[in-house]
């Protein structure tokens, strides 16, 4: 052998195997709780946030017609003090209607620009965590391989008859 490999520390490259592999489960780990993430954001604003205001509109415009009603039952009446407790009712419901309005129309907003915005994001986390699934665990492989085979070669006898030291060759 003319040329010798200086090998200096295998221990560095298991240290870096062993790192890897933390950092490839640490990092799936994160991965996926960010797409849980965006995915109960999602959800809150299609689902639970729509319906919610839905009812509550529902429930508000029920409460408008009711102080229309009064409204004009009193001015059939001809109660002078009546009617404009009745018309302040009204008003106030029909700004109660117009808040929830506005509530629905903005989560309604929100949603298409929440998803507008988070798909090539969450694209990317998934390209990102299909790579530590599909090609960390080669690289780990290949991180074992090389200091087996660094091993092996630091096992071989040098010229002379004497092994090589597992420190360096």
């Known amino acids: 052998m003319a040329e010798q ?15 890897l592999i933390v950092f490839t489960g640490q990092a799936r780990a994160a991965l996926e709780e960010v797409s ?3 995915l109960r954001a999602r959800l809150w604003l299609e ?19 009711q102080a229309r009603q009064e409204l004009f039952n009193a001015r059939l009446s001809n109660f002078q003090v009546p009617t404009s407790l009745q018309q302040m009712a009204v008003n106030r419901a029909q700004r109660a209607v117009r808040e ?18 988070s798909d090539p994001l969450v694209k ?36 002379g008859g004497q092994p090589a030291t597992g420190g360096s060759a």
């Open 47 to 65: 689902n639970d946030q729509r319906r919610f205001l839905e009812n509550e509109l529902r429930v508000r415009v029920l409460k408008l017609e």
């Open 100 to 117: 929830v309005e506005e509530k629905l129309a903005r989560v309604k907003k929100w949603d298409r620009e929440l998803e507008n915005r």
């Open 5 to 19: 490999a200086q090998i200096t520390s295998v221990e560095a490259i298991e240290s870096f195997r062993a790192a």
């Open 124 to 159: 990317q986390v998934e390209q990102f965590h299909n790579f530590l699934t599909a090609e960390m665990p080669k690289a780990v492989a290949s991180l074992a391989q090389a200091v087996k085979t660094l091993d092996a070669y630091a096992g071989v006898a040098l010229p």
């Open 36 to 38: 849980s993430e965006v």
